[in-house]
């Protein structure tokens, strides 16, 4: 069970904004870098956001994160019909002995 | 240009050990102080975190997982493995294997994934 909480779905028209949320704790999000992962079915995930807010290279500025305390933000600007796809966030967390964790991911769909 | 393939059985029993492994091509494990990893995906579920290693054996399990699972490193350094012991069917998924920077990032290289099927 993810700590890590997404809203199930989102969806946008071509070209308007969608942001998407992920709520966390003070032992994963308010205390560790969150990173975003793009996974269209039947391919291997790809990471879209780095420490919070970095874009690896080749991902189009279109795509930005952001944080706030316990929780964090993918906002998806100028959305294209191949954006369609689901978006999971993550982040290390302290309990325990330290785990990773996945948010539980959310499904865009370009109108 | 660094590639990561999974393989291993498609179908495995109720009780028995599910057996992964992971082929690196394009560079060695041994190089830099990288971590490698194993995340899951159930049908119609989210991804999960599995747990990591470093080419010097520092692990990481998922806490859910610890008691059933092992992951090593292959003294060829081009293959890491995954070993989950008593397998139900809710270890059915697709597993993947990646690359990751350090245990706190990301993860920066995945591979394909592979479907395991645990089912009598």
């Known amino acids: 069970q993810s700590v890590l909480t997404q809203p199930p779905s989102a969806s946008g028209t071509p070209g308007q904004r969608v942001t998407i949320s992920c709520s966390g704790s003070?032992?994963?999000?308010?205390?560790?870098?969150v990173y975003w992962y793009q996974h269209l079915p039947g391919t291997a995930p790809k990471l879209l956001i780095s420490r919070t807010n970095q874009r690896p290279s080749g991902v189009p500025d279109r795509f930005s994160g952001s944080k706030s305390g316990s929780s964090a933000s993918l906002a998806i600007s100028g959305l294209r019909s191949e954006d369609e796809a689901d978006y999971y966030c993550?982040?290390?967390?302290?309990?325990?002995?330290?785990?990773?964790?996945f948010g539980t991911g959310t499904k865009v769909t370009v109108l | 240009q660094l590639h990561l393939q999974e393989s291993g059985p498609g179908l495995v029993k109720p009780s028995e050990t599910l057996s992964l492994t992971c082929s690196v091509s394009?560079?060695?494990?041994?190089?830099?102080?990288?971590?490698w990893g194993w995340i899951r995906q159930p049908p119609g579920k989210g991804l999960e975190w599995i747990g990591i290693?470093?080419?010097?054996?520092?692990?990481y399990y998922s806490p859910s997982l610890k008691s059933r699972l092992t992951i090593s490193v292959d003294t060829s350094d081009i293959q890491f493995s995954l070993n989950l012991r008593s397998v139900t069917a809710a270890d059915t998924a697709v597993y993947y294997c990646?690359?990751?920077?350090?245990?706190?990032?990301?993860?920066?290289?995945w591979g394909e994934g592979t479907m395991v099927t645990v089912s009598s």
């Open positions: 003070t032992s994963n999000i308010e205390s560790n870098y």
């Open positions: 993550a982040s290390w967390d302290d309990s325990l002995n330290g785990l990773y964790v």
């Open positions: 990646a690359r990751q920077v350090a245990p706190r990032n990301a993860f920066d290289i």
């Open positions: 290693i470093s080419y010097t054996g520092i692990t």
């Open positions: 394009g560079a060695s494990i041994r190089r830099g102080s990288y971590f």
